[in-house]
């Protein structure tokens, strides 16, 4: 079993407050306030792939085109670095539709 204990030590400043009726406000304002949104980040690491396939495509086409600014080292690592980075979104892709599929086979 695995406890976030920051987030333990965290609330306890308002559990006093929350006894008194003040807590309220401070906890949906501080759970809004530190929760970086899920879909956001997905959102920026796939832009962030799109981005370096991007990058991939341009120094691969300008070197094609014969671009003396443009060596065959960088187009390859370009390339493993788009490579790389499209294959690990692949896999969290895969980790999310399992963890998902296991959330839905779970009895209600």
């Known amino acids: ?6 987030a333990l030590f965290n609330d306890i400043p308002l559990q006093g407050l ?3 009726g003040l807590g309220e406000e401070l906890t949906t304002q501080t759970a809004k306030s ?3 949104d899920f ?11 799109n981005g370096l396939q991007e990058n991939t495509s341009d120094l691969r086409n ?8 443009v060596s065959l080292g960088e187009v390859m690592i370009a390339s493993n670095k788009s490579s790389l980075a499209f294959e690990a979104t692949v896999q969290v892709r895969n980790k999310m539709l399992e963890a998902y599929k296991e ?4 009895p209600v």
Not at 39 to 49: C, D, G, P, R, Y
Not at 103 to 106: A, G, I, K, N
Request: glycine content about 2%; hydrophobic content about 35%; overall charge neutral.
């Open 1 to 6: 079993m695995n406890l976030n204990t920051s």
């Open 62 to 69: 300008r070197f094609e085109m014969g671009d003396d600014q």
């Open 34 to 36: 530190n929760a970086p």
């Open 103 to 106: 959330v839905m086979s779970m």
């Open 18 to 20: 929350k006894s008194k």
């Open 39 to 49: 879909s956001e980040m997905l959102k920026q690491a796939i832009n962030n792939v």
